[in-house]
């Protein structure tokens, strides 16, 4: 059992730290995928004789491209590497244990991609349009063949397929999910890019309005696909294992209204971008481009909050809790404690009342501090506050009944009591009842509660029961 300290940042959740710098890189990165196939064909509408104004277009969009996926976008990338090792190691442990060469590959076309990007921005105005082109399709070939790899990895967490089984790394990168969500995640970079292409065109002012619109309306091709998203987006949906799918249409009222918020944006934008930037050519100015842009970055925010918390309550589906625990280890816990293996002490500055709040406060970094504060963001003492201690006692042990998208509780009736007394200390900050002694009929409670729960989930594990518990090692 390997154990890793989960850092805390209360009052801000550590999900929500994440999820701040992972919407920026993704937004970002799919930017530059589309960047690059926009810039392609742009450069074929210039060679070609389709739109003089197109070259012109390409030697200034690609300065934006550069700044903002070769700067941002790579600054963002390592700050998710650097914040999900901070909030839960055991998931990016698993990922690169099993995709290690994956990774590798996916960084030698990131390579690639910078390599070309280079070249071009520093050359183009001294070699033929041809070379322009080659170079150009370097970069968009090696930005898509990230995508494609990192979708891999990112989809498996979802659904694993039949990695489950024998941990065949291709029946993982090829998951159920792996298809609809490249397809869709194509487009996605697809319409970012038309969207930055229009804001691009109204700064150009060597351009009358006319040839902008001109401009926009071959921008506008790149937003076309759109239409595929609603079929894309029920492929995937039906990908999912049922119960993820039951988050997002009602069964839980934050996911399904991300699901919403993307949904809608989506429409929005689509319906703009097909019926008055295609049908009807209209030319947009930067200010409706920003508008339409920002709406994006919302239905990119949405969607991946919605691929986040589907898999709960797995980091990695039917293989690893979000806490970072194994469903095979639950039921040792039960036996020798979740913190029999932990060597980290609390930071310094942590408040604790005695040796009982101690282990609490241990506890709750171990099992819930991924997802929750203490105070703050999605506190347990705020969501718990109308408990008395008897109800916090039952609940917690059968919390995987009590909150069905959240893993079982993974220790023994003196830490899951210790975990009672360390928050309702913090709430009401009584410390002889906190150190009080452990009260035996308390705990023989808590036992005969944690026996009826069992140790398994109720979501999700029903169908991969028999795989899950012969061990992840």
């Not at 947009?284 to 842009?293: D, E, H, M, Q, V």
């Not at 991924?370 to 347990?380: D, M």
């Not at 059968?398 to 913090?426: C, D």
Request: charged share 15%; glycine share 10%; proline share 5%.
């Amino acid at each position: 059992m390997e154990v890793f300290p989960v850092n805390q940042y209360d009052p801000l959740m550590p999900g929500i730290l994440m999820a701040i710098v992972a919407v920026v890189h993704v937004f970002l990165a799919q930017f530059a995928v589309g960047g690059g196939m926009l810039l392609c064909y742009f450069q074929w509408l210039a060679m070609t004789g389709r739109c003089p104004n197109a070259r012109l277009f390409v030697h200034g969009y690609f300065k934006w491209l550069v700044l903002i996926s070769f700067v941002a976008g790579a600054v963002t990338g390592v700050g998710i590497w650097f914040t999900a090792i901070q909030v839960s190691a055991p998931t990016i442990g698993e990922m690169i244990r099993n995709f290690h060469w994956i990774w590798a590959t996916e960084y030698l076309f990131f390579l690639l991609e910078i390599f070309a990007g280079y070249l071009f921005y520093r050359y183009h105005r001294n070699i033929s349009d041809a070379a322009c082109l080659k170079l150009l399709g370097m970069y968009a070939f090696a930005a898509w063949m990230s995508l494609f790899l990192i979708n891999g990895i990112i989809s498996w967490q979802l659904t694993p397929g039949g990695w489950i089984d024998d941990h065949w790394i291709v029946a993982g990168f090829f998951n159920p999910t792996f298809w609809p969500s490249l397809f869709f995640r194509t487009i996605v970079a697809l319409t970012l890019a038309g969207l930055v292409a229009c804001i691009v065109v109204n700064t150009m002012t060597k351009l009358d309005q006319e040839e902008k619109r001109t401009l926009i309306n071959y921008a506008a091709h790149l937003l076309v696909p759109m239409v595929l998203m609603p079929i894309l987006g029920g492929w995937f949906m039906l990908a999912m294992p049922e119960d993820s799918r039951g988050w997002i249409t009602g069964g839980s009222p934050a996911m399904t209204l991300f699901m919403n918020i993307s949904v809608g944006a989506s429409l929005a934008i689509g319906g703009y971008a097909f019926i008055g930037m295609f049908l009807q050519k209209l030319y947009i100015n930067g200010a409706t481009a920003t508008l339409l842009l920002m709406l994006a970055f919302g239905a990119t925010a949405g969607g991946e909050f919605v691929r986040e918390g589907s898999r709960k309550p797995y980091s990695i589906r039917y293989w690893m809790y979000s806490n970072g625990i194994f469903p095979d280890e639950v039921a040792q816990m039960r036996k020798d404690g979740c913190l029999a293996n932990d060597p980290y002490p609390l930071t310094e500055g942590t408040k604790v009342a005695g040796e009982i709040t101690t282990r609490g406060a241990k506890v709750f970094r171990r099992q819930c501090a991924v997802c929750h504060t203490v105070v703050g963001i999605n506190g347990v003492t705020d969501l718990t506050k109308t408990w008395d201690e008897e109800q916090m006692r039952m609940n917690f042990a059968k919390l995987q009944h009590t909150k069905p998208f959240m893993p079982p509780f993974a220790g023994t009736p003196e830490e899951l009591e210790s975990l009672v007394r360390y928050l309702k200390w913090v709430e009401h900050g009584d410390d002889s009842a906190a150190e009080a002694p452990l009260d035996e009929e308390a705990l023989a409670n808590i036992q005969k509660w944690l026996d009826a729960a069992g140790t398994e989930p109720t979501s999700g594990l029903h169908q991969r029961s028999d795989v899950v518990m012969k061990g992840h090692r």
